[in-house]
């Protein structure tokens, strides 16, 4: 009796072999499971490094804001020939030890503008904006109002 096939009369080298088969493929499965878990963590971290980001950036553009109407309120009193001068706008006690807002004024050459430079600055995250508003010396309105990255 001659057999088509060596494995006919060993069904255990057909098992041993199916067995490789499923055994390399559950361990390429689980390498290909493992890559994209990878990189579904490194996508995590960036979006919430993003996100932390984000929201520092938002708080310095609202202390901006706070700043400019706060100073706005101080250069209607400056006279036309102010000297350059600084200062600092007191926060709310929850801001007091995380955030500074200061303010400069430089007079221009001329002295009829006055220019305030408000600066934002996060002690936490060492990071700040600022802006510089543009008043008539004169009349104390904002002819101007740029923002410095």
Request: charged residues 20%; proline residues 4%.
């Amino acid at each position: 009796m001659t057999c088509a096939s060596p494995n006919a009369m060993h069904p255990a080298r057909r098992r041993r072999r199916r067995r490789a088969f499923a055994t390399t493929t559950a361990l390429t499965l689980l390498a290909i499971v493992g890559v994209a878990l990878a990189a579904l963590a490194t996508l995590l971290a960036a979006d919430a490094r993003r996100t932390r980001t984000a929201a520092q950036e938002a708080q310095l553009r609202q202390l901006l804001l706070a700043g400019a109407a706060a100073a706005g309120d101080r250069a209607r009193g400056l006279v036309a020939d102010a000297p350059e001068q600084t200062w600092e706008i007191p926060l709310p006690a929850a801001l007091e030890g995380d955030a500074i807002l200061t303010v400069s004024v430089v007079p221009d050459d001329d002295r009829t503008t006055h220019r305030l430079r408000i600066i934002a600055t996060s002690r936490t995250t060492n990071q700040s904006q600022a802006q510089v508003l543009t008043y008539d010396a004169a009349s104390a309105t904002l002819r101007a109002a740029e923002l410095e990255y």
